[in-house]
């Protein structure tokens, strides 16, 4: 399948499921999940290395090449590091010779340049054969990063971490925040006046966005068959509800707290139908910029509140019936047709 899609020409996106993720029901493991047995990394190591073959034989673009390279060290060499916490000495020997022999062949120090400072550790350590270093920092990469503090100074943000495994308490997190996917959700739905209103939030946990200056937010509805995109209004409310539920962090293993403010997180969308006119099936497209990172995201996770709402709203208003849904992931989304009625 990759060797049909490194040739293919073009390409076409299928925008139903075509896949469904099913839990297994019996005890017995595939054998994705048989991680602790070293035929099992050998196995994955062998495809690596065939797809490097299918990716040199047919891509030139350096880009592509590093962001593979870097995939194989965020999902697939990692859950192999993280299977090693509980395993043998003599079998991590094993582990760390396997997975740094393909680090040492297959890895550019661009691809390494682009990790978190504690997986780079954590492959430094693997490849300078220091065994008892690399599983004290597996064990913090699957266990112990989330419950890092974030720390900001002079513009920079920085992770709180143990000095006694780093030789220092605070690391330079500036990677990993650029390249963070938000915490987004759609909190309430508001329809009347001719107009469909949604309450929105989109934040970075244990990162700092006080007031609507740290945030910029644009919003577009997005035709997802033409892909025509209409701008929408956007303004900002103060999120202290936010901040007064999420806005102290502990760090359960120091026991070590930390104050955010999210107040500046919280924004409305505001969609006229009759200024919109006719578009089908179309999704709200969130642009946002902040001093830590910026990127696009489509409007999603809906509460079940605002969801309860949606689904038992049709609004008809100026000779538009507008239709919201929610679809996969939560994503809302929007339908404005011509109607010959003229209410709510």
Not at 81 to 109: K, L
Not at 167 to 179: A, H, K, P, Q, W
Not at 216 to 238: N, W
């Amino acid at each position: 399948m990759t060797r049909v899609i490194l040739r293919a020409k073009r390409i076409s996106i299928i925008r139903s499921i075509g896949y469904k993720w099913r839990f297994r029901e019996l005890e017995s493991e595939s054998t994705t999940q048989k991680r602790k047995e070293v035929e099992n990394l050998r196995g994955r190591l062998k495809i690596l290395r065939d797809l490097d073959k299918m990716y040199a034989a047919e891509v030139t673009d350096e880009a592509i090449l590093i962001e593979k390279q870097i995939k194989a060290l965020k999902v697939d060499l990692k859950i192999y590091s993280h299977a090693c916490i509980d395993m043998d000495p003599q079998e991590v020997e094993v582990y760390m010779q396997e997975m740094g022999s393909y680090i040492r062949e297959s890895i550019s120090d661009k691809a390494m340049q682009r990790l978190n400072l504690v997986d780079r550790a954590m492959y430094e350590a693997m490849l300078q054969g220091d065994q008892d270093r690399f599983i004290r920092l597996a064990d913090f990469s699957k266990n112990r990063t989330k419950e890092c503090l974030n720390i900001e100074k002079n513009g920079i943000v920085y992770k709180k971490v143990p000095s006694e495994l780093f030789g220092t308490d605070l690391l330079d997190n500036t990677i990993s925040t650029s390249v963070r996917i938000p915490r987004l959700g759609v909190l309430d739905v508001e329809c009347d006046k001719g107009r469909i209103r949604f309450k929105s939030q989109l934040y970075f946990g244990k990162m700092d966005i006080a007031s609507p200056e740290d945030q910029q937010i644009e919003a577009f509805l997005c035709d997802e068959h033409t892909g025509e995109e209409t701008a929408l209004a956007v303004t900002h409310f103060d999120n202290d509800r936010l901040t007064s539920k999420k806005g102290i962090a502990k760090d359960r293993y120091t026991g070590e707290t930390a104050k955010y403010n999210y107040d500046g997180t919280g924004f409305y969308i505001d969609l006229y139908p009759e200024k919109i006119g006719k578009v089908h099936n179309a999704v709200i497209v969130l642009k946002y910029r902040n001093r830590y990172t910026e990127g696009i995201i489509l409007l999603r996770n809906t509460s079940e509140e605002a969801q309860a709402k949606i689904e038992s709203h049709k609004m008809r208003h100026s000779g538009y019936m507008c239709r919201i849904s929610v679809a996969e992931l939560k994503t809302v989304k929007v339908s404005i047709e011509k109607s010959w009625r003229y209410y709510f």
